[in-house]
């Protein structure tokens, strides 16, 4: 079973507004990490945040982690048809960093 | 160099072929990992290597059979399998101890 739950499952927006993704996951972790994946093709990794940390920032992306909620978020902002992917965050196990369990992913639709 | 290539991109293979799919990286990742990935969904963990040892096998069937003769290089065997089995297989490696994850551009599978 995935621990990592996202919503929206869908979000579609125009280019230049922000996007947000939630993640939910359910037990204790070291740190949650969020990748792309362009239709059909491999994950990049876009951020890593660690379990003592509340906010990080890589260029349009911004990621939260409330450990008290067992929730991230991430914002990418001044959205880009290239942006235009699925998201999915990614939670190390308690067997250590080796497994990450995936959640269910965001679909993000950028309109020019 | 910070890629992670597979080989083939695309295989058609009968429920009666033996075929296998390759994965190599050339960064030092001393973790290999196998992942399958059907439309829509998230990727799941097939099997994990650390230093070319087995160390997480996700109950997978024993038509999938996979081997990693150097650090660099992840190899899956496949036997038999089934039509079910169509889905992208995804292969990633990372430093051990480190949660990021480097993945290559996948074998989209199809079994007839």
């Known amino acids: 079973s995935q621990q990592g739950e996202e919503d929206p499952q869908a979000l579609s927006i125009q280019e230049g507004e922000n996007a947000t993704m939630n993640c939910s996951y359910k037990t204790s972790i070291n740190n949650l990490q969020w990748y792309r994946q362009n239709s059909g093709r491999g994950l990049v990794h876009l951020i890593l945040i660690r379990s003592n940390e509340r906010e990080k920032h890589s260029g349009r992306l911004r990621v939260t982690l409330d450990t008290s909620k067992k929730s991230s978020s991430l914002l990418i902002t001044a959205s880009r048809a290239a942006d235009t992917a699925s998201y999915f965050c990614?939670?190390?196990?308690?067997?250590?960093?080796?497994?990450?369990?995936f959640g269910q992913g965001t679909r993000l639709t950028i309109n020019p | 160099d910070t890629e992670v290539t597979q080989t083939p991109k695309h295989l058609v293979m009968g429920m009666t072929n033996k075929k296998s799919l390759k994965c190599e990286q050339h960064?030092?990742?001393?973790?290999m990992y196998w992942y399958k990935q059907k439309a829509k969904k998230p990727p799941e963990l097939m099997f994990v290597y650390s230093y070319e040892k087995l160390s997480i096998n996700e109950s997978v069937p024993s038509r999938f059979s996979p081997e990693c003769p150097n650090s660099s290089l992840l190899n899956l065997h496949l036997h038999a399998l089934q039509p079910e089995d169509s889905a992208l297989y995804l292969c990633?490696?990372?430093?051990?101890?480190?949660?990021?994850?480097?993945f290559g551009p996948g074998t989209r599978l199809t079994v007839l």
């Open positions: 960064m030092g990742h001393r973790a």
């Open positions: 990633a490696s990372s430093l051990l101890r480190k949660g990021t994850q480097y």
């Open positions: 990614a939670t190390d196990a308690n067997q250590g960093a080796q497994k990450l369990v």
